[in-house]
């Protein structure tokens, strides 16, 4: 990692030094300027505070979950966090028994599952994998998301201080990027997706493309590097980020067009390296995600509506202090998807910055990419207030297409954050050099009292701003019980080695419960169902839906505990159930014997395969016997 200093006589990779006096201008000639002389060090425990207090304040937000992750999980999103977790415990298993990371059998039988299609964050679950053998899958969960915000602010701090050379406004930029509304509600249960670390590394090495200094080849093999890292974290942020950079550099490029053409020959050849070096990293984990088994193609058509509400935009989320849940529950698609609510004084200092700074190339830039954006998050389907909004939606024209139509559109709403971010670093530090022009005057030994009533305003502005969209800590709740029979070796004398369980009954939310049952086996075993994205496996068009398609027998055991259906086992019941367990590969049945439906679902269950047995807290049927004959 490079110092915090920019080098004597760096050219600024995209000009937020200065303040063009006039866009229409050629500003080469600002490479020519005299170097400024190397600033003192600043000591080290200054240097390392803002990263400390990033952690400390991530670890406040996420207090609750560090009270017990194995005995808490978080409220507002249960089933993401106990996937991850699976995912956590997969990678892993990947390195200890030499497993394949990208594909598992050890879910959604017979098929399996494409982990490449499902966020396997192999980044983060390789590298941990010592702290899951160690601790856990929820310890490591816990470390992973505490990461995500603390990371992310910490990276957009570093950044925005070598491209600005202003540690306060760095930090405020970083404050925001690192916390704002969308990160807080994307850190519960999608430390993926907040978990941002890479991607302002990865703006940074295209703002340096074509600049002096480090060799082509050289930029070109950093961006690569960055670029398989990312998608080993999150490929979806990865293409919003892509799509940001180009939206951006289009009023850019008007506004200095001599600038970036200049630079426009070392870009390329250090953009054909990165796309050489990570295609080739690259291509057999995106061969193996887009054609090999378990791929899928686009989301759910439900998923694709997903769009933000333009009425969250002045808004605050729930999370935020000055947020209403009954409000934010008619604006969004649940806690973990709040990505547009900014609030309206911040929309407001946003305008007003804007305008000021409207001469400004990089500001100007960022406005129209933040504009662009905030118009697309709306999806195809415009809302106002959960009612619909008669505007063009230009997302429509584009959610059909190769990997467009695998972007969740509210999540489009996620770029505006940075983007927020940058423009408050920009205009604190503009503010900054404004009073200091401004006082530059005042005699020696005299009191700045001026200058310090400004900065004062200044300070009250943002904490108005920013005040009413501070976090608060995430709620947490129970962890649901693993019953005894899977925290003991007791299952290992009742499933099969390549045994399948199935989950009586099956279902979205048991179907959670039987992932952490596996989990805390360290998925020892096989088991039908999940909770995941795959294809229906009788959909030519292989569009992705969330869990497995469910034979008659599974259904009608989920209809027995759902609706308390009156179900008669038959001989041609008996014969469905043979041939479901069969196609499935289903050898074991498991039902907790806690279950509100216990004794409906233990008499059907008993009917087909035989009297089951009591075992550390789950009544448990061989059912091998029945597909036998």
Known sequence: MESESEPPGSPDPVSLEKEPEDDAEDDAEDDAEPAESQPEQAPLVYRLAPYLAFLAFAVYLLNDLWGGPGSFMLLDNYQDQVFFEWLLTNGANAIAHGENPLFSDKINAPYGLNLMANTSVLALALPLAPVTWLFGADVTFAVITTMALAGTASSWYFVLNRLLGHRVAAAVGGLF?????????????????????VLPFVVLAVTRLGLPGRHWAMRGLILAGLVVLQVFVNEELLFLTALALFVFLVPYAFARPRELWTRVPDALKSLGTTALVAGVALAYP???QFFGKGYYRGLPDYILLYGADLGGYWNFARRSVAGDPLVTAKLAQGATEENSFFGWPLLLVLLAVVIWLRRDA????????????????????????????????????????????????????????PVVGCMLAVAVKRYDEAVRHRTAETLEGETNVEGTVVRLLGVAVLAMVLGPLTPTPLPVFPRPFVPEFFTTAMYKDHIPRDGVVLGVPPGWSPSLHAMQWQTATKHD????GGYFLAPNPNDPDRVAMFGPIYPPTMSMLGQVAEQGALVTVTPEIRAQAATDFRATGVTTLVLPAHHWRVEELRTICDALAGQGQLLGGMWVWDVRPLTAG
């Open 177 to 197: 990027c690192g916390f704002a509304p969308a990160m807080v509600s994307q850190a519960t249960g999608h430390p993926n997706i907040s978990g941002q670390y």
């Open 362 to 417: 990089i500001v100007r830039s960022l406005a129209v990419t933040g504009l662009v954006f905030t118009l697309l998050s709306l999806g195809s389907a415009p809302k106002k207030n959960g009612e619909a909004f008669d505007i063009i939606a230009p997302w429509g024209w584009l959610d059909a297409l190769p990997l467009f139509d695998s972007v969740v559109p509210t999540r489009l709403a996620l770029v505006v954050t």
């Open 525 to 528: 075993y096989r088991m039908f």
């Open 286 to 288: 995106l061969y193996h």
